[in-house]
């Protein structure tokens, strides 16, 4: 094992004998591009609605739950897809996310909800785990498009200006405390322990 | 039976007979119907969904009974076997959060009177009795007056 690293080491430190360095360069500045470019693109084809609507789990449930919700149809014609509420924008956080996306893959490959049944047995579990993660980064996707300091409240019902000026800017509660079930059907709320809400 | 009176109940039933036959066609021509003027066969064109009153400010009940208009928008409020999205804001132990108004005491009551710990199962589906206001005229001319206007008119009439 420690004479292969010598050795590989070996290589690596020796002048090279048949290549010029202008290849061995734009070989690699080449290569960098294409490998980076790559990873990116292959990164942004798994994040979009396209691609989480191709696995019937997505589109036969949780997609068609989002159809008639207004982060689907709207007067404006703006419209979140998936990623925008489940992917964080920001590259780190992206990429830790998609980190552990690799135990959705696996739910996928052994079909952990590939059934209606299955799924609905699941909704609280996994109702839960964005739930968590929502109220862990200060509902991070939903602040991706709503910010507190462009909310007009004094474009707002009553019943909302108030709200939000109780519990979202004094900092008391974050967006997913109040705003469950907004873009997916909610679980047993009893099972959850959510029956009075917030 | 005279000839006189079987001739008087012929000519009756004959215009019995021509009544009954005759007044599909006169109602076609003078009944005014929801449908408007689309013939039976065809489909008339849905007018537009009105917008629903969104002012938070509660509303007179035209009568005691009357379960209370919701004066906010409800689009999209999942009432079902496994949330209600009312509920989340009016339950007994939500009001001191939303300042919402709780659910009526009576709700709580079984169809025996006798008070559960919650919502009773009929009483469960809100908008069964609840709804919102639509932003709309009336289908048809409405000429209902509350209790308090008929007892002055009573009152009135007493005076005179």
């Known amino acids: ?71 689907y149809s709207n007067r404006s014609g703006v419209r979140a897809t998936c990623p925008d509420c489940h992917v964080p924008h920001d590259w780190t956080n992206k990429i830790a996310r998609k980190m552990q996306a690799s135990k959705e893959v696996w739910g996928k490959i052994f079909g952990t909800i590939n059934t209606r049944e299955k799924f609905l047995e699941h909704r609280l579990t996994l109702a839960q785990n964005e739930w968590s993660r929502l109220e862990a980064n200060d ?14 409240i004094t474009r707002q019902s009553k019943r909302a200006s108030e709200a939000h000026e109780r519990f979202l800017f004094t900092g008391e509660k974050t967006c997913i405390n109040c705003h469950k ?5 909610l679980p047993d709320l009893g099972q959850a322990g959510l029956l009075n809400g917030h | ?22 007044s599909p066609l006169l109602a076609q021509e003078s009944v005014a119907t929801l449908r408007g003027g689309t013939p039976l066969a065809e489909n008339a064109s849905p007018p537009p969904i009105a ?11 035209n009568y005691p009974e009357q379960p ?18 009312c509920l989340t804001c009016h339950s007994r132990t939500a009001v001191e959060i939303s300042q919402a108004p709780m659910v009526s005491i009576t709700h709580f009551m079984s169809r025996d009177n ?28 409405n000429g209902f007056v509350d209790i308090d206007q008929v007892l002055e008119y009573v009152s009135g009439q007493e005076d005179n």
């Open chain 1, 1 to 71: 094992m420690f004479g292969f690293l010598r050795r590989t080491w070996g290589v690596i430190k020796r002048p090279s004998v048949h290549y010029s360095l202008g290849a061995l360069t734009m070989g690699g500045f080449i290569m960098g591009i294409v490998f980076w470019g790559g990873f990116n693109t292959a990164l942004e084809v798994t994040n979009t609605e396209a691609f989480c609507t191709s696995c019937h789990e997505m589109r036969d449930n949780v997609f068609e739950e989002l159809k008639p919700t207004i982060h």
């Open chain 1, 139 to 152: 509902s991070l996707e939903c602040r991706n498009c709503h910010s507190a300091e462009s909310m007009d």
């Open chain 1, 181 to 185: 079930g907004i873009a997916h059907e």
């Open chain 2, 1 to 22: 039976m005279t000839m006189k009176q079987a001739f008087r109940k012929t000519l009756a039933l004959g215009a019995l007979a021509l009544a009954v036959t005759a």
């Open chain 2, 51 to 61: 917008p629903v009153k969104n002012t938070d400010l509660r509303q007179v009940r």
């Open chain 2, 68 to 85: 209370p208009l919701i004066p906010h928008k409800i689009d999209g409020y999942q009432i079902d076997r496994n949330a209600n999205q």
């Open chain 2, 114 to 141: 006798q008070f559960l710990a919650s919502v009773t199962p009929r009483r469960y589906f809100c908008n069964q009795c609840h709804v919102p206001q639509g932003q709309t005229r009336d289908l048809v001319e």
